[in-house]
């Protein structure tokens, strides 16, 4: 383990491990942050995409949080990294007021610049500059192949010998293949064992649960069925042992990962088709714990209508994205789901079943409603079969979702990953799928106004900057990605792409707010697998900017700098609600990159 005070941070803690989490004792700014007016996607642009940097000019009351330019600098000039030969020169919009980021911003516009090579933008007479960057037609694809090997380093019971990272752990939480339920139920008594062996951790804790996993899942397969050739077998070097039945049949490596989730779900079931919630310890582990250091008892607990609804789209969606190369593993996901809707026709009210000490030492990911989730699960099994059933459903009991605007989806809200199965499902009804193009259409028109009144082009509004801001802007992206499926249009596109840039790098904080990508990552994540080994893990996207101060190191940073909103975030080990990632955070990145990479 590294000690968090010889870590590059933001601040200077002094810090107790508890089972429960992290308390902190002192907190002392220092001159860790970076200093960076010109900001840009610290990892690169597309050639033929619209490119953008944001040169902060005047601050509006956080003037220790970042510098800027002289307000009186008209021009910019675009030069390779390592020479100083002119490729491109311009003059800097009009002043933007970012209400967010509490500042003044100019933007310049370097879209002209398509040559692959590695460049920065300099503002007037050189007095600031950005960092370096790269425009080529694969920039983006080391931070895909990231963003699926964590996956891969993030699994439970797994050995884990990786020559890329430097990771090296035994097999963690052996224990789970022996959990023991919490609670008394109609298939199992309190205490009696099952095993829910494998999953992925969800976040910095070691806690497995099934909402997270299968809105995870769900938005990964969306992306593979939308980009399939973005995803190949071997792309990514894997850390583990691939079966060769999945090896032979040139199983993408997404697929790969994404099936080892698959299964642990699938011994979350019961046999009514119902799920169990989560499975983790009575106890939080200290943040320096290796995985097989936790050796305290696992149990499974709770069990929720919700849940189950998302567990049974994420298992249709399997049904139809695995036939072509594993049809006995597409089948049974077919008859998991259908189980599981089975379950939930037979219990139309919302439940969320809550155990004894079932939060003591994890997360709730709890929620009491679940309309939005049984439309998703009946949408995706009637796009994989066809079945009068599932149509029914949703033209009856559940018409109403119909007419719901479309939300980013996330792992409280699956509805507009439902809304999507459904128009593009063969089955469905021509009137009522035009319905949701048009509520589509109509959402990514507003997040691209927003957008590009934006003075950093982040599709955030002031209060969206909240606990997991930067998953909920690459949510927003995903949207507008849909939505041009639907009617092609650039500006969603570009507008998509500039949620890209901002979670990699082109932030107020002059952060990228994913680990291992561009000049200023998180390096110091609230993870118990990285504090405890010392390895860098790249491809997390942490929570980011959190105006709310949902921590005690985060409150009292903002307390201390008047922090606005957009910067509103530390780089250090104890704030878990702005450096904290989750499974769900990195999955809308998928479609985010893989889309817009694949109109190269």
């Not at 064992?193 to 497995?208: F, L, N, P, Q, S």
């Not at 119902?274 to 009575?282: C, E, F, L, N, Q």
């Not at 927003?476 to 499926?485: Q, Y």
């Not at 639907?486 to 952060?511: K, M």
Request: charged share 25%; proline share 7%; net charge negative.
């Amino acid at each position: 383990m590294l000690d968090p005070a010889e870590r590059p941070s933001p601040f200077r803690t002094v810090i107790h491990h508890r089972s429960d989490d992290i308390a902190v004792t002192e907190l002392e700014s220092d001159t860790g942050r970076p200093e960076t007016p010109v900001r840009v996607n610290q990892v690169g642009y597309l050639p033929p995409a619209r490119k953008r940097a944001v040169v902060a000019v005047e601050d509006a009351g956080a003037g220790a949080l970042a510098a800027t330019v002289d307000a009186e600098v008209q021009s910019f000039t675009v030069r390779p990294a390592d020479g100083d030969d002119a490729v491109a020169t311009g003059e800097l919009s009009d002043p933007i007021h970012d209400e967010g980021a509490g500042e003044v911003v100019r933007q310049a516009d370097f879209s002209d610049v398509t040559e692959t090579g590695d460049y920065v933008v300099e503002v007037g007479d050189g007095a600031a500059r950005s960092v370096p960057f790269r425009v080529a037609p694969d920039v983006y694809e080391g931070a895909l192949v990231d963003a699926t090997r964590l996956y891969a380093l993030k699994r439970s019971n797994t050995r884990i010998d990786d020559p890329v990272t430097g990771l090296n752990v035994e097999p963690g939480h052996p224990q789970d293949e022996r959990a023991a339920m919490r609670a008394r139920d109609e298939f199992r008594d309190a205490g009696e064992t099952i095993d829910v062996g494998g999953g992925w951790y969800d976040a910095g804790d070691y806690g497995k649960y099934v909402p997270p996993a299968a809105v995870t899942l769900g938005q990964q397969l969306l992306a593979y069925e939308l980009v399939p050739d973005a995803f190949e077998s071997g792309q990514c070097d894997l850390p583990v042992d691939v079966p060769e039945v999945d090896r032979s049949a040139g199983l993408p490596d997404l697929l790969v990962e994404a099936k080892f989730e698959l299964e642990w779900l699938e011994r979350m079931q019961r046999p009514d088709g119902a799920v169990y919630h989560k499975v983790a310890g009575d106890e939080w582990p200290a943040i320096d714990t290796l995985p097989v250091e936790d050796t305290q008892q696992r149990y499974v607990y709770g069990l929720s209508t919700f849940g189950t609804a998302t567990y049974a789209a994420a298992m249709a969606m399997a049904a139809r994205v695995y036939a072509p190369f594993d049809a006995a593993f597409a089948d049974r996901a077919l008859e998991n789901a259908r189980d599981a809707f089975a379950y939930l026709a037979a219990n139309p009210e919302p439940a969320f079943r809550f155990d004894e000490g079932q939060d003591d030492g994890s997360g709730p990911y709890r929620k009491d409603e679940d309309r939005g989730e049984r439309f998703w699960a009946a949408a995706e099994l009637l796009k994989a079969t066809g079945g009068d059933r599932y149509a029914d459903a949703l033209h009856g009991p559940l018409a109403d979702v119909f007419d719901e605007p479309v939300r980013a989806p996330v792992w409280s809200d699956a509805t507009a990953l439902g809304q999507w199965a459904y128009r593009s499902a063969e089955a469905a009804d021509p009137e009522r799928a035009a319905v949701l193009d048009d509520a589509f259409l109509e959402r990514a028109d507003a997040i691209a106004t927003a957008v590009e009144a934006d003075g950093h082009r982040v599709a955030l509004d002031t209060d969206d900057y909240h606990w997991a801001s930067a998953k909920l802007a690459l949510a927003k992206a995903d949207v507008l990605l849909l939505a041009n499926e639907i009617d092609p249009d650039e500006c969603y596109v570009a507008a998509a792409l500039d949620q890209v840039h901002y979670v990699l790098g082109r932030t107020p904080t002059g952060y990228s707010y994913v680990t291992g990508q561009g000049t200023y990552p998180p390096r110091n994540p609230h993870d118990r697998l990285v504090e405890s080994t010392g390895v860098e893990i790249p491809g997390m996207v942490v929570s980011g900017a959190n105006r709310n101060g949902d921590d005690d190191y985060l409150a009292g940073f903002i307390a201390e700098t008047d922090a606005p909103p957009a910067k509103s975030y530390v780089d250090a080990v104890p704030s878990y609600s702005a450096n904290e990632w989750a499974i769900d955070y990195t999955a809308p990145l998928f479609l985010a990159l893989a889309v817009p990479s694949a109109r190269e």
